[in-house]
């Protein structure tokens, strides 16, 4: 445990971590010469008990009489093999552990652990509630061994959002609004948009945007990869920008935002339906694909596809989900299911209205049958 000590003057505050030590003249090379921190005070002159050393943005009192355990501080930087000759965990002599790492580690995607999964409205999961005030449902329970997360968003009661700019590590990041509005605004877009039902953005990796206000009763379906990834406050960064760069990429990917009314109705992968592009797969340099699907007729065939991740989500109508060695399973709007790479299924039974949100990764993969 490490205590935190505030000095507070007229117009100045200054915290520090508080430490113990036995043998002060052994901690001040330490965290001077190894850590490279500076030492700011020390006291009394002829036998110091207590030192204060700063650097790396912290703060550390370093006192003899402190009785409390040594703690563990994290150094993170741009090349930690430069760091401390090296090493990775480091021991003080007055038994602080030292860990150094990256300040901005590489996104890993995870191995997908592949699995059918069937997740149903009807079987009333709690909805949690997360960041900014917003409930979330779990669509993708296993997560396929961490590759992604599929998340059933509402926000009950409209009005603006207390959220504020940040951005996200990851692979990949749709928002795809499934009933009302909601009012966003992106790095280097201009204005704010309104997003409306039907509607989709993606948010590329480490675009700056904030959630202004939602209407009442608003649902997204946000998918995520990685499905454990960092979210970082931008404290710095006012939105709008200045800057206007509709064609810049973020890691790669264009931001999107894809309008209902503006796309065409094409054949679809599986015979049978047909489908809008979102344009994701284009922009994100195939990546991932979102596709809106609808029948096109009443019959359509037993299909398997060679995608690494291909997820599903109801929006209207029902279907029977038929699987190879699985019982056959009615859906409904707000259920969602994931189909592995291989497995034989076939969509049956669907009604007329019949709409489903696809989103595969990559974006362009085989389709058999």
Known sequence: MITII?????????????????????????????????????????????????????????????????????????????????????????????????INPPVVLPTTKHSFVVKKLADQAPWIIGRAGMHYRDLIPDRLGGSIIASHIRIPDGGPVPDMVHYHSVGFQLIFCYKGWVDLVYEDQGEPLRLHAGNCVIQPPEIRHQVLYASDNIEVIEIGVPADHITTIDHKMELPNKTVNKNRRFKGQKFVHHKAEEAQWEKFRVPGFISRDTGIAQNTQNVAGVHIIRPENNKSPETYHDSDILFNFVMEGTMVLSGEGKEPFKLSPGDAFVIPPEMRTQYKDFSKDLELLEVSLPGKFKTYY
């Open 6 to 102: 505030i000095l507070k003057n007229i117009m100045k505050i200054k915290a520090e971590f508080l430490l113990p030590t036995k043998e002060l003249r052994k901690d001040i090379p330490f965290f001077t010469n190894t850590l490279k921190m500076q030492m700011d005070m020390i006291y009394p002159a002829d036998n110091p008990t207590v030192a204060v050393f700063s650097g790396h943005g912290i703060r550390i009192r370093i006192d003899k009489e402190a009785i409390i355990s040594p703690g563990k501080i994290r150094i993170l930087c741009e090349n930690p093999d430069e760091f401390a000759s090296g090493k990775k965990v480091l021991k003080a002599p007055n038994n602080t552990i030292i860990e150094i790492d990256e």
